[in-house]
């Protein structure tokens, strides 16, 4: 049974004989797959969950946690004394299906409850979704209680899996520490960061359709200019050279290549921005999408999965290929109604923005320890 989460049960008398009566209170001891992962640790209560560290893989250098030795059979047997749950987020790419099916089956075996958060209903770092949605089918089908970030991600799962599940928003990951403004300029500044191109950045058609747009904003008087960015490392150097191509045919478009960013320095690039291009061509959620929200940077992203529904009021659709479309959305995105960077404006919405993300993320702890507390109480009755 699990562990230390729980007290010495008390006994009531009922009709039928002796009842048992399982008080389930924390810190709650949970094996999550990954720990170490900002959006993971964010979730967890300080005082209520205790995160189990990743389990090193085998040869990996330090800091790397895939594959998740949590999901091992052996990995489970050998510790389960040691936690409580098992709540699975990202990483289920490392497994076949069929080894997922081992996975659950030795929890139910060990008695340990299983959470699992549905962030990615297409999988950023695969190109074909066939093994991802079967996996996910499997943990699914498997799972004490589902979570998903928004109601539009809660209704599909519903349809996919005919299970309900519990709708928990994405908090911050900026914590309560000051947020930068951005610098000021006389120009209306778009970005998009392509990163190292993993198989759901579609930098070429991107690219393409904001070289369109800011051409064709410029030819009608607009102070509009584009910043492009990759890693140095990218995953498609032929695609990357496209994308150099495509800028430095337009005038007000340029290319950045540096080593990747730390989170700090991401802060500050998107804080510089007027409006955030976010080029996906598949996906379920976006933590650019909150980081943009907490830096008061609105969005401007095709219709891909969720992330309309994670702040609509900040959120300006356009269409890959449609030119048109985008520019429309870069001047819904920045007109007068918007705060400019580096602006009091800007400031003030900012602040606003981060005291309101602090309540929420205490709800959003709130919401995980009764989750963990449903589930370990059933187990425990069961």
């Known amino acids: 049974m699990p562990?230390?989460?729980?007290?010495?049960?008390?006994?009531?008398?009922?009709?039928?004989?002796?009842?048992?009566?399982?008080?389930?209170?924390?810190?709650?001891?949970?094996?999550?797959?990954?720990?170490?992962?900002?959006?993971?640790?964010?979730?967890?209560?300080?005082e209520g969950v205790r995160l189990l560290a990743d389990p090193p893989p085998p040869g990996a250098p330090a800091g790397q946690w895939w594959p998740p030795q949590v999901l091992l059979p052996a990995w489970l047997e050998?510790?389960?004394?040691?936690?409580?749950?098992?709540?699975?987020?990202?990483?289920?790419?490392?497994?076949?299906?069929?080894?997922?099916?081992?996975?659950?089956?030795m929890l139910r075996r060990l008695r340990r409850p299983l959470v699992y958060t549905v962030h990615d209903l297409e999988n950023p770092q695969l190109s074909t979704q066939d093994d991802h949605r079967?996996?996910?089918?499997?943990?699914?089908?498997?799972?004490?209680?589902?979570?998903t970030l928004t109601a539009t991600a809660d209704a599909e799962v519903r349809e996919m899996t005919h299970r309900a599940t519990t709708v928990i928003a994405h908090p911050t990951l900026l914590g309560d520490d000051p947020r930068p403004t951005g610098s000021a300029h006389d120009v209306t500044l778009v970005g998009v960061h392509l990163r190292d191109l993993r198989p759901n950045i579609d930098g070429v058609g991107t690219t393409a359709t904001l070289v369109r747009a800011v051409a064709d904003l410029r030819a009608q008087g607009a102070r509009?200019?584009?910043?492009v960015r990759m890693n140095?490392?990218?995953?498609?150097?032929?695609?990357?050279?496209?994308?150099?191509?495509?800028?430095?045919?337009?005038?007000?478009?340029?290319?950045?290549?540096?080593?990747?960013?730390?989170?700090?320095?991401l802060a500050r690039w998107l804080a510089d921005l007027d409006a955030c291009v976010l080029p996906y061509r598949h996906g379920t959620q976006s933590g650019w999408a909150e980081?943009?929200?907490?830096?008061?940077?609105?969005?401007?992203?095709?219709?891909i999965g969720h992330i309309a529904a994670q702040h609509p009021g900040d959120f300006h659709a356009f269409d890959v290929g449609e030119p048109v479309s985008l520019a429309r959305a870069i001047v819904d995105a920045t007109d007068e109604s918007w705060s400019r960077p580096g602006s009091p404006r800007r400031e003030a919405e900012v602040e606003r923005r981060r005291a309101e993300r602090m309540e929420q993320l205490a709800q959003v702890r709130d919401a995980h320890l009764e989750v963990y507390r449903r589930v370990i109480t059933a187990e425990v009755a069961a």
């Not at 079967?134 to 979570?147: G, K, N, P, R, T």
């Not at 032929?238 to 080593?259: H, K, N, P, Q, Y």
């Not at 830096?295 to 992203?301: D, E, Q």
């Open 232 to 265: 140095d490392r990218v995953r498609d150097e032929e695609a990357a050279a496209s994308i150099d191509l495509l800028a430095s045919s337009t005038d007000g478009v340029r290319v950045e290549r540096g080593a990747r960013l730390d989170d700090d320095e």
């Open 134 to 147: 079967a996996s996910l089918a499997v943990l699914a089908a498997a799972a004490d209680e589902l979570i």
């Open 78 to 105: 050998a510790n389960a004394a040691d936690f409580d749950l098992v709540h699975v987020h990202f990483g289920i790419e490392s497994y076949s299906p069929a080894e997922l099916e081992d996975t659950v089956a």
């Open 291 to 303: 980081l943009c929200y907490d830096l008061a940077v609105p969005v401007i992203a095709t219709r």
């Open 3 to 46: 562990g230390d989460a729980i007290r010495a049960p008390s006994r009531t008398q009922s009709r039928g004989g002796e009842k048992i009566v399982v008080t389930v209170v924390p810190p709650f001891r949970v094996a999550a797959v990954p720990s170490a992962h900002p959006y993971v640790t964010a979730i967890a209560d300080p």
């Open 224 to 227: 509009v200019e584009a910043v």
